[in-house]
């Protein structure tokens, strides 16, 4: 196999892999695997990618209602949400997806 192959072989398999550890840590909220994982994304080529897989993320968590408790103002409700509140500094990288995702979304 020429090593162009090879090399385009190994970052759709560890696309694979980012994703698939992604997708496990945001499911389970685990803020320093969430973090490894979307700052992988790019090292292996795959900035699109990443940041569509971490603002799917985002929405997701937009979707989740505060508690009663919280006051009712848009970032309130995206602190309470707890996980979130630690990785806002993320949105700055990838603002026109992740507005795109969320009008779409609702």
Known sequence: MPP???????????????????TEATKARDAVATTRFFKLFPVI?????????Y???IVDLV???????????????????????????HCSVFPTVLYYRVDCAF
């Open 63 to 89: 979707k989740v209602r505060p508690p009663a408790s919280a006051q009712s103002t848009f970032l309130q409700g995206f602190v309470t949400c707890g996980f979130a509140s630690q990785r806002l500094n």
């Open 4 to 22: 162009a192959q090879t090399l385009q072989d190994a970052r759709m398999h560890l696309l694979q892999v980012f994703t698939r550890q992604f």
């Open 45 to 53: 080529g795959w900035e699109t990618e990443g940041s569509e897989a």
């Open 55 to 57: 603002a799917s993320f």
